[in-house]
């Protein structure tokens, strides 16, 4: 979103650093109205009724008032929802393998050395693992050739023991990744980047085989928090082809009013206060700040930040696109980052990979 200007919420003086902690709101009890700051009259006498319920009403105002302001939104634990999914997968493999002999498998194909590349595919060979589902893996160096890749999806195309191809991005430079994504098979394409599949999710009265994970990981946070979307004003801030557009057409088919906030919106604040529901993917740190939320709103935050943190051993953290620590404050909801939408990701995979092999085999 380059076109807009943010500045930074911290209070720190290094300008490089984003916040280590976004400024405490603060409320005095000279902000309550007059008539429940009445200073009483002290009396060796045994106080009235009306004195009585005064004290009362006042004290409790000002604590009511008080936790209003200290009062932070509920933690949607991302973490805590992925590990019951993928519960719930690990049961249904194996109630599928003994029924029918059927194990679902997840080709993962990988070019080049990208340390974070490499780190994602090996967090989800980890995750096959333990839910029960097959991994293959073909790591191929960076210099390969677009038709080296384009054979191996091929090669699991035809394989009958995998259910879904997973392409890890980004690819290398002198590669066409829009040809490379269309080559995978529709019906083993369990990222949900194929084409016909946005397509179908773009239309409706027509399903897609597949969703892209991460959007349909933040809508089942949703739904397992028990957050209503239909009827709701939802916002989107970003429109990539992987996160943002995808999350605005499900929020879509969900029956929520759906505004996306891009690079070239203008009055963006202004927008994004509206909203009752905000999924953030625009991947700028901390952008997204607490006097632009709508009191109650419920937040997703797709972003993983790093910056700079000279406390953290690794001289960096990971933020999101919401200052966390402001919008908390306002917010009846929110996702932190890291354990919000990240292990949702990887949970939705499993979850696309298991009903690819039902669906292959029809397996109900």
């Known amino acids: 979103m380059a076109s807009m200007i943010f500045s930074d919420c911290s209070s720190s003086t290094t300008a490089r650093l984003l916040p280590l902690r976004c400024q405490k709101l603060r409320h005095s009890f000279n902000s309550l109205p007059f008539f429940h700051r009445v200073s009483l009259p002290l009396t060796s006498s045994r106080p009235s009724l009306p004195t009585l319920y005064l004290q009362a009403h006042s004290s409790s105002t000002f604590v009511s008032a008080k936790m209003a302001t200290e009062s932070t939104a509920k933690v949607i634990d991302g973490k805590h929802v992925a590990k019951q999914i993928r519960e719930e997968i690990g049961v249904e493999i194996a109630r599928m393998k003994e029924a029918i002999g059927i194990v679902p498998g997840l080709a993962v194909i990988l070019v080049g050395d990208r340390k974070d590349s490499a780190t994602y595919v090996r967090n989800k060979k980890k995750a096959c693992e333990a839910v029960g589902i097959n991994s293959l893996e073909v790591c191929l160096p960076e210099n390969s050739t677009e038709q080296e890749v384009l054979n191996s999806i091929t090669k699991f195309n035809e394989d009958p023991s995998v259910h879904g191809i997973l392409v890890q991005l980004p690819l290398p430079s002198h590669m066409n990744e829009e040809k490379i994504l269309n080559a995978v098979g529709i019906e083993k394409d369990v990222d949900g980047f194929h084409p016909l599949n946005i397509g179908r999710l773009a ?3 027509r399903d897609p085989l597949f969703v892209p994970c991460t959007p349909k990981g933040c809508i089942e946070l949703l739904h397992r928090y028990g957050i209503q979307i239909k009827g709701k004003k939802a916002v989107v801030i970003g429109r990539s082809n992987i996160v943002g557009m995808p999350a ?17 919106t203008n009055n963006p ?8 529901i905000i999924i953030s993917a625009v991947g700028q740190a901390n952008m997204v700040r607490g006097s632009w939320i709508k009191p109650g709103a419920v937040i997703i935050d797709v972003g993983i930040n790093p910056v700079e943190d000279s406390e953290s051993p690794r001289g960096y953290r990971l933020v999101g696109d919401v200052c966390y620590e402001e919008v908390a404050k306002v917010a009846s909801a929110i996702t932190p980052v890291p354990g919000g939408v ?7 995979l499993l979850s696309n990979t298991l009903s690819s092999a039902k669906r292959i085999h029809n397996f109900d």
């Open 269 to 276: 604040e202004g927008i994004i206060k509206e909203a009752d």
């Open 203 to 205: 239309m409706r009265g």
């Open 342 to 348: 990240g292990p949702m990701t990887i949970a939705m």
């Open 248 to 264: 605005a057409l499900l929020l879509q088919r969900e029956d929520a009013t759906v505004t996306i906030v891009h690079s070239r």
